[in-house]
Every structure is written in structure tokens, then in C-alpha cells.
């Protein structure tokens, strides 16, 4: 059974950084393209980053240069660094899995997904 479990939301002023993870189980890592999307009630999901397995990385224009996705493939943990955060980017972040072999982009689905955690921010 896969499993994406993310952590290290929670609430920061603006122009504050947090770090976020997603512990991956049940997949085989390394063969899966992983990303971050973000949602706000109301709203629809939008792809944040993205990191192929080949260690590609995408970004959406509003967060390139403030944030940073990596990968530990021996830990099965994706990252996002997150730094001069903005009140536009609070919301509800989750993590995403796809299979290496399909379109992995900011505008695609993924075939797994994590349950998400909140992200608020004050100004």
C-alpha cells in the first residue's frame, strides 16, 4: 500500500521559510517523478514543483527563486524549502507521486497523493 505523509506545515509570518517533507512507503522511489500542489478551499489544485526522477527540476513561475524541491532516494522523503513566503502562498500542500514513465508536470495529476498539510501565513 503506498503512503505519502507530509509534515512541517504550519504558521510563519511573511517572509518567513518553512520546510515541508513527505515521507514516501509502498513504492518503488526512485522510479516515480514526485511534485508538491497546493490547493485553497474554493479554489483549484495547482502544481507547485516538480522533481523527476533524474533529478529535473519545475517550478511555478510565482515561487521559482524562493522555492527549492529536492529528493533523498535512500530516505524515500521529497523536500520543499520554502523561504520569503508570501501571503498568496497559503493553503493546503500535498505531495504527489507519478510514475516515472508518464508526463510529470505542473499541470498533470499524479498517481498518488498525500492528505496534505497547511501552510498559513500572516502578515
Known amino acids: 500500500q503506498v503512503q505519502l505523509v507530509e509534515s512541517g506545515g504550519g504558521s510563519v509570518q511573511a517572509g518567513g521559510s518553512l520546510r515541508l517533507s513527505c515521507a514516501a512507503s509502498?513504492?518503488?522511489?526512485?522510479?516515480?517523478?514526485m511534485g508538491w500542489f497546493r490547493q485553497v478551499p474554493g479554489k483549484e489544485r495547482e502544481g507547485v514543483a516538480r522533481?523527476?526522477?533524474?533529478?529535473?527540476?519545475l517550478y511555478r513561475d510565482s515561487v521559482r527563486g524562493r522555492f527549492t524541491i529536492s529528493r533523498d532516494n535512500a530516505k524515500k522523503t521529497l523536500y520543499l524549502q520554502m523561504n520569503n513566503l508570501k501571503p498568496e502562498d497559503a493553503a493546503n500542500y500535498y505531495c504527489?507521486?507519478?510514475?516515472?514513465?508518464?508526463?510529470?508536470?505542473?499541470?498533470?495529476?499524479?498517481?498518488?497523493w498525500g492528505k496534505g498539510t497547511l501552510v498559513t501565513i500572516s502578515s
Open positions: 504527489a507521486a507519478t510514475v516515472g514513465w508518464k508526463y510529470c508536470g505542473l499541470d498533470s495529476g499524479a498517481d498518488y
Open positions: 522533481i523527476s526522477t533524474t533529478e529535473n527540476t
Open positions: 509502498g513504492l518503488t522511489y526512485n522510479m516515480y517523478c
